[in-house]
């Protein structure tokens, strides 16, 4: 019988992203970033004419961001300890939206703090690259973690057998984001590891009846 299979996102769940890029646009990009709601198209301006950055322009920054300032990401409190329990009950992988030049670079990212798993990119929603996934692997069960509600929202109508875990730990970012469980996409909220551990290991050690 295969293992069951742990799938999950990287930045606010395993590593801070939004921490370290705050400063480093701040520090030599000439730009402030500060949450606005959850619009992150609105968090970044000009420092120098409090200008909006323009869309394209973000994308600029993330993209220099992964390029060259991966290791200023530090593991979310927990994350590390975590994912070395899950993986003696499961198989444990990562889904990252990252471009596919940038998959070595978060496994040796990952593989640097502690965490040794396979490593998969995807731009856009994450349910199709979910559902390859987990036909790669047929898992026993399967349980899908991710910071971000339209991702959630994602692996539930292409693969809505898998449990899903709605978890963000930064909090500059966990009380402006959208609910996933709120919203009925995902099965629970947890927004730390000390809290959502249990709850993932209570999800893969069910039987069969119960879960």
């Known amino acids: 019988m295969s293992r069951p299979l742990v799938i999950s996102d990287c930045d606010e769940v395993l590593l801070y992203m939004i921490a370290p890029f705050k400063d480093w646009l701040a520090e030599g990009q000439g730009v402030d970033f500060n949450m606005v709601g959850n619009d992150f198209g609105e968090s970044m301006r000009w420092q ?3 200008e909006l950055v323009e869309p394209a322009e973000i994308w600029g920054f993330l993209r220099g961001f992964f390029d060259t300032e991966m290791h200023r990401q530090g593991p ?3 994350a590390v300890e975590a994912i070395g329990a899950l993986s003696e009950h499961a198989d444990v992988v990562i889904l990252t939206n990252l471009t596919d030049r ?3 670079m978060r496994f040796a990212q990952l593989a640097g703090h502690g965490i040794h798993a396979r490593v998969f990119t995807n731009q856009g929603p994450k349910g199709p690259a979910l559902k390859t996934i987990v036909e790669e692997y ?3 069960r399967a349980i899908f973690i991710d910071d971000l509600a339209q991702h959630l929202k994602s692996a539930g109508d292409t693969v809505p057998h898998v449990r899903r875990l709605h978890l963000c730990g930064e909090p500059m970012l966990a009380d402006r984001i959208a609910c996933a469980h709120k919203a009925g996409d995902a099965h629970a ?4 590891w000390a809290d959502a551990l249990p709850w993932l290991i209570g999800e893969l050690t069910k039987e069969p009846e119960d879960a």
């Not at 909220?189 to 730390?192: L, V």
């Open 189 to 192: 909220r947890i927004d730390s």
């Open 76 to 78: 979310i409190p927990g």
């Open 138 to 140: 047929a898992p026993s």
């Open 102 to 104: 940038h998959r070595e």
């Open 48 to 50: 120098k004419t409090g």
